[in-house]
C-alpha cells in the first residue's frame, strides 16, 4: 500500500506492507539514519521521533499508521545549516556519548521544551523517562535540557525585549 506523510517538513510517498514499521521506513526507505534501532520494543527512545506533535517510539508504529502525518526526525531539527538548540545544549554539556541514544534524548528534550521552558528536574526525568542511556549517567543529559532551558527563556526575554 501507498502512504503519504510529511517529514521535517517534506512530502513523501513511500509503498509500505502491513507489517513494515515506521522506524525501517524512516532508516531504510528514506535513509535517515540519525533515528536509531535500539531494542526493537519501544523501551530504549533510541527511535523516538516526533509524529503529529507527540513523541513516539517509531519501532512500535507500522508505516501505515503514519499516513497523513506530519513527522520530525533529528535530521528536521537542523534548519539553515544551524543545530537546534537542543542539539547545541547537548554538544556544550558534553552529553553526547556514544551518540547511539542521543537523537531520541534530544527529540524527548525539544518535545519537553516545547511543552514546558522551565522544567524542574523532576519534569526533567520524567519527561526523559522514555529514554535509555547505555554509557554511564545521566548527568550531563539532565544538564543539556537545563542549558537549553536557560538559552531558551534567554531568547524569549530578548524577543520581549525588543518587542517593547
Do not use: W
Request: with cysteine; hydrophobic share 35%; net charge negative.
Amino acid at each position: 500500500m501507498k502512504i503519504k506523510f510529511t517529514i521535517n517538513g517534506e512530502e513523501r510517498t513511500c509503498d509500505v506492507n502491513s507489517t513494515t514499521r515506521l522506524l525501517d521506513v524512516i532508516r531504510d526507505d528514506l535513509k535517515l539514519t540519525g533515528t536509531k534501532e535500539g531494542c526493537g520494543k519501544g523501551e530504549c527512545g533510541a527511535c523516538t521521533v516526533i509524529m503529529n506533535d507527540k513523541l513516539v517510539t517509531s519501532c512500535l508504529v507500522l508505516a501505515y499508521q503514519a499516513e497523513g502525518a506530519d513527522i520530525i526526525t533529528i535530521e528536521g531539527l537542523v534548519k539553515d545549516d544551524e543545530m537546534h538548540p537542543v542539539q547545541v545544549a547537548f554538544i556544550e554539556t558534553g552529553a553526547v556519548q556514544c551518540g547511539f541514544c542521543t537523537p531520541g534524548f534530544i527529540l524527548a528534550t525539544k518535545k519537553l521544551l516545547d511543552e514546558n521552558p522551565n522544567p524542574t528536574e523532576e519534569e526533567i526525568k520524567r519527561g526523559l523517562s522514555g529514554n535509555i542511556c547505555r554509557c554511564t549517567g545521566y548527568k550531563k543529559i539532565i544538564d543539556a535540557v537545563k542549558l537549553a532551558s536557560r538559552k531558551f527563556l534567554e531568547t524569549k526575554r530578548g524577543e520581549e525585549v525588543e518587542a517593547e
